[in-house]
């Protein structure tokens, strides 16, 4: 094993013990961007072997960027300001935003295999939500979030697109259920998601559609 292959290790199975603790924020945040930087070298090839970008989406992605407890309170402490920082992007250093970079560093090379991958565990979280909707709800934040990060902006246009889910079928199955909940304290967290996803995917929806999906989300208030 090169020294290379041993540093990667080194700090692979660092990142699989660090907890989410938000006192372990920095060394997590660090480690995830040394192997993006790693990913989108010479030394690529490393990410090449069975298994190890799945290994690395269960291990490393999903946990970061899962919702953590002080997220929550956030959200119910000041509502505005979380969703503001969410949809503005000015997060850049947490930990939900360096994984998702670090996939797309990945996939700078692994194009392919990135989406397949994203792709599966995207359904995998879905399922585990319809399972158990009230234990599970971070699992279906957690996809929506994987979808509206790794989105790539079209060139020339603000508009983004993307090829790990089909948008308007996602958005049908997935998103308008939330929009559509007459319980507005029923999973705020996903129904800001939702509209974070409608925002960013508005140029793909149906002529309408985004109009008729703000009137169903202003109508129960």
């Known amino acids: ?111 392919a295999e990135v989406i397949a991958t994203v792709s599966a565990q995207i359904l995998n979280l879905l399922s585990s939500f319809v399972a158990n909707p009230a234990a599970n709800w971070q699992d279906k934040d957690c996809a929506i979030y994987l979808v509206v990060s790794l989105a790539t902006k079209k060139a020339g246009s603000n508009a983004v697109s993307t090829v790990v889910i089909n948008v308007e079928s996602f958005f049908m199955s997935v998103i308008v259920p939330d929009l559509q909940s007459q319980n507005v304290n029923e999973f705020p967290m996903l129904k800001a998601g939702a509209l974070k996803f409608l925002t960013s995917f508005r140029s793909q929806m149906p002529k309408g559609i985004t109009f008729i999906c703000f009137l169903m989300w202003l109508s129960p208030m």
């Open 1 to 111: 094993m090169s020294t290379s292959s041993k540093v990667i290790w080194i700090i692979w199975s660092l990142l699989g013990d660090v907890t989410q603790s938000s006192s372990r924020d920095r060394l997590a945040i660090t480690a995830i961007k040394f192997l993006t930087t790693i990913s989108m070298s010479l030394h690529h090839k490393l990410f090449e072997g069975e298994g190890v970008i799945q290994q690395i989406c269960q291990r490393i992605v999903i946990p970061n960027v899962r919702l953590r407890e002080e997220d929550e309170e956030l959200f119910e402490m000041n509502y505005v300001e979380f969703i503001r920082r969410d949809m503005e992007g000015s997060d850049l250093d947490t930990r939900r935003s360096i994984a998702c970079k670090l996939l797309k560093g990945i996939a700078t090379y692994h194009k």
